[in-house]
């Protein structure tokens, strides 16, 4: 069977292209192949990347994405990426259209510029649940009208994590565009979705021997103490129910910050990166190489792979029911 040939835009450590290829096990399951391969990766941060090269034997293109040009992207059925989305703006004209405050919002758009001229199969953009309401909630059908505007058919959903055997309340928007001529449009009503009695809870994934370094000082916890009352007093988690949803900023995570941290024996810590990635359903495989910040910042920032795979599993599903010739 031929390869499915997959271009990941904003890469980062490769949660969603873990999710993509699987082949992998996670917590007592194997997560199957899905006969893919990665012919192109494009990330601007260097320690995602080297995360991403040791995982994948792939070298990230480390450009800034705007100065890629689609001729230099291979062909692929594939196109996946969480653009960032900080800084959209809707321009005051009628009609209303999407403008950008910063590059940062431009990203998007050159997105849309490599779909629109690679022209593959199918696209999968991820971004945060505060994506729908940017703007007052006008951004996200402007967003959903450039997409289609290249070419595609697409359907969105905001998925939990925790629906799918994850411990973490992480919630994301997942959008599926299907090229227009396919005649194919991706029902998510069709995921397998997990009742709040079998959800994962997070005594799944820590771990019961950790460094020192990892507790917090007794300075930090009489300092949290003596805070105000509206203060977070540490988001200590319960262990029998799934985390909340870990972030980019845990390298740096105080006890009065709206980071997670545990309470174990009477005593505050904060994550290991390996029970962040597990928390992110990273594989025990997942190597994490480079310093813990660069890791924590990575894997906070990564999609969870195992909700990609169960998205990108449906999705050939579909594909194979509708008889849709493409791969």
Not at 125 to 150: D, H, R, T, Y
Not at 174 to 196: Q, T, V, Y
Not at 223 to 230: D, E, I, L, R, V
């Amino acid at each position: 069977m031929k390869k499915i040939k997959v271009v990941s835009l904003f890469c980062g450590c490769g949660g969603t292209d873990v999710g993509l290829t699987g082949g992998f096990d996670y917590l007592g399951r194997h997560y199957a192949s899905h006969n893919a391969q990665i012919v192109f990766a494009n990330d601007i941060e260097p320690s995602a990347c080297l995360l991403f090269k040791e995982n994948f034997g792939v070298i990230p293109d480390g450009r800034d994405i705007k100065s890629i040009k689609s001729s230099e992207v291979p062909d692929s059925d594939v196109i996946c990426g969480g653009f960032p989305c900080q800084s959209f703006s809707v321009v005051a004209q009628n009609p209303p259209r999407l403008g950008v405050k910063s590059d940062k919002g431009k990203l998007f758009f050159e997105m849309c510029r490599i779909i629109r001229e690679k022209k593959p199969a199918f696209f999968i953009a991820e971004n945060v649940k505060g994506i729908l309401s940017a703007n007052q909630g006008q951004a996200f059908p402007l967003i959903l009208k450039e997409f289609e505007g290249c070419g595609y058919t697409v359907s969105w959903d905001l998925l939990k994590a925790v629906n799918f055997g994850i411990p973490q309340k992480r919630e994301r928007v997942i959008m599926i565009g299907a090229r227009n001529d396919l005649n194919f449009r991706f029902d998510f009503s069709k995921l397998p979705i997990r009742e709040p009695k079998d959800y994962v809870p997070l005594k799944a994934v820590i771990e019961q021997n950790v460094a020192s370094k990892y507790f917090f000082s007794e300075k930090a916890v009489l300092g949290m103490k003596k805070a105000q009352t509206q203060m977070n007093k540490g988001r200590a988690q319960d262990i029998n129910e799934p985390s909340n949803t870990v972030g980019a900023h845990l390298a740096k995570v105080s006890l009065n910050s709206t980071d997670p941290v545990l309470l174990i024996d009477g005593r505050y810590r904060r994550y290991t990166p390996r029970e962040v990635a597990r928390i992110q359903s990273f594989p025990d495989s997942f190597k994490l190489v480079g310093s813990e910040h660069a890791q924590y910042q990575a894997l906070g920032n990564a999609i969870a792979p195992v909700m990609l795979w169960y998205v990108f599993d449906e999705l050939l599903k579909q594909v194979k029911e509708q008889k849709v010739v493409l791969f």
